[in-house]
């Protein structure tokens, strides 16, 4: 096709560097992933991550599940890596002594979750334990620098993984920059998370990379690019080590609010 993007060239374009590989809590080779649609298993609850939900897969992305609690409604589905820890065969959790829990926001009376959960689990395809890989370990310390490149998770559409920048480093996290969309997508993280990847992992996971968005952020870098009319319609190509001044929402720290002027999408 015309345009499609290639990390390759957008490092050369950009003049960065990838994240090393071992900066990441994700495995060198992405984890197959045998799940098929429809598969039960047992899942935190992301709004309650205390309580032990079934979940079902309703779609696959790449080393990605697309999960839904049962008895939850289909406005808070969630994704998680099939090397999560977050989930885990059917009967893991009555092995450990636990109980199974109606999901925040369970559609029904809560006395109907017994036979609820009798009825959802009665004749289900529960995906074999086989399935489940092991998490990948902690890579200590934090060895990420700002303007290294990566592909991370839109938070708030977590569907999508997209080329990001890390804009900033404190301790053991750091300031995920997504490129092209002027901060509005930005988050703080810890460097272990499993929301960053190394630049390729889509490629690898035959899951689909977002190209970067279009839009360059209002700084005294990029006035040299709306000075030339020719570029003013190409890529944001933020690379931070380049680019000061940093502009002030970059600079915020870990755990407060979001910047202002920032409107979901
Ligand atoms: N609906 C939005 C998606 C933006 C995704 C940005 N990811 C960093 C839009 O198209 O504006």
């Not at 060198?28 to 098929?36: A, L, M, V």
């Not at 620098?145 to 053991?172: F, H, Q, S, W």
């Not at 750091?174 to 930005?186: E, I, K, L, M, P």
Request: aromatic share 8%; glycine share 8%; net charge positive.
């Amino acid at each position: 096709k015309s345009e499609q993007f290639n990390w390759d060239d957008y490092l050369k374009e950009t003049e960065s560097v990838a994240a090393p590989l071992h900066c990441f809590r994700q495995s060198r080779i992405p984890p197959t992933n045998d799940f098929k649609v429809g598969m039960k298993l047992e899942a935190h609850d992301p709004r309650n991550v205390t309580s032990v939900c079934i979940a079902t897969v309703i779609g696959i992305t790449g080393a990605r599940l697309r999960l839904r609690l049962d008895g939850s409604d289909n406005k808070n589905d969630f994704w998680r890596l099939v090397d999560s820890s977050d989930i885990q065969p059917i009967g893991t959790c009555e092995k450990k002594g636990g109980m199974l829990q109606p999901p925040l926001g369970f559609q029904m009376n809560a006395s109907s979750w017994p036979m609820f959960l009798l009825r959802t689990l009665n004749g289900a395809e529960m995906a074999p334990a086989a399935f489940f890989k092991k998490e990948p370990p902690k890579p200590v310390p934090n060895c990420f620098k700002v303007g290294m490149k990566l592909e991370a998770i839109d938070r708030k559409n977590p569907y999508l993984i997209c080329p990001a920048t890390i804009g900033d480093v404190k301790g053991d996290e750091v300031f995920v920059t997504f490129d092209g969309w002027r901060g509005a997508f930005d988050y703080w993280c810890r460097c272990d998370s499993r929301d960053i990847f190394p630049v390729g992992w889509c490629s690898l996971t035959g899951d689909a990379l977002q190209p970067p968005g279009n839009n360059v952020s209002i700084t005294k870098s990029s006035a040299k690019i709306q000075s030339s009319p020719s570029k003013v319609t190409r890529r944001s190509m933020q690379s931070p080590q380049k680019s000061a001044p940093v502009p002030a929402q970059r600079s915020r720290k870990p755990g407060r609010g979001k910047p202002p002027g920032q409107s979901a999408v």
